[in-house]
């Protein structure tokens, strides 16, 4: 898909994508979403030293920065997994502002989440791993666990095949027990299709301009 790089509210680029008519975060600021959404609310209440985490949109590689800088942070060693269907050219994603406004100095492994090659496992630092797989996700299969997931899919609204209690389903099978899920979308209808695949829901406070997200509990 096209998408245009464009400024949000807290200094961060994000793209917009004509074709939908969506940006890929939060007009009000796409680092300061992502961090409380899937950081905070996500991948901070993990109390494990090593694990999986499976996102749903790998996009811009912001969520996968922020976590690889988060394990740094933190010593945990976590094993990311990342489904696209519509990878963003490297050299677009590469105009992005994300490590000049989180850290300069990791601007090469930021490189690195995008240059790694598709469908492989790369050791991108001690601490983190990543296997950017691109794929269809209402179609895919998967044969791993995970203790986290960020699902990250444009909206319900853009994109009903992803939201569907079948693909919930399968996460919530493919997550170990006390596995958390986080979403920005926090509709009635989203709330209601995690907890009848089994999720033990939760609305949580949104990050600036949303007034809640969701979290699930396996």
């Known amino acids: 898909m096209d998408s245009e790089l464009i400024l949000t509210e807290d200094g961060s680029h994000s793209f917009f994508v004509p074709e939908i008519d969506e940006c890929y975060h939060s007009s009000h600021g796409a680092i300061q979403e992502s961090k409380h959404i899937f950081i905070e609310a996500g991948l901070k209440q993990c109390s494990k030293s090593e694990f999986k985490v499976l996102e749903i949109g790998f996009g811009t590689g912001l969520n996968a920065f922020l976590a690889l800088i988060e394990a740094e942070r933190s010593t945990k060693k976590i094993q990311y997994t990342s489904l696209e269907k519509y990878p963003v050219e490297v050299q677009k994603a590469l105009k992005l502002n994300y490590p000049e406004e989180l850290l300069p100095e990791k601007r090469s492994c930021f490189e690195q989440l995008h240059n790694s090659p598709w469908n492989e496992k790369v050791q991108i630092s001690q601490s983190f791993s990543l296997k950017k797989i691109e794929t269809d996700f209402t179609c895919h299969i998967f044969n791993d666990q995970f203790d986290v997931v960020f699902f990250d899919a444009f909206s319900p609204e853009k994109q009903p095949e992803m939201w569907s209690q079948e693909r ?21 209808i989203v709330r209601r299709t995690m907890q009848a695949a089994g999720f033990n829901v939760e609305r949580l406070q949104g990050p600036p301009g949303k007034r809640e997200i969701l979290r699930g509990i396996r």
């Open 168 to 188: 919930f389903e399968l996460i919530f099978k493919h997550c170990n027990a006390g596995a958390i899920l986080t979403t920005y979308c926090a509709k009635g």
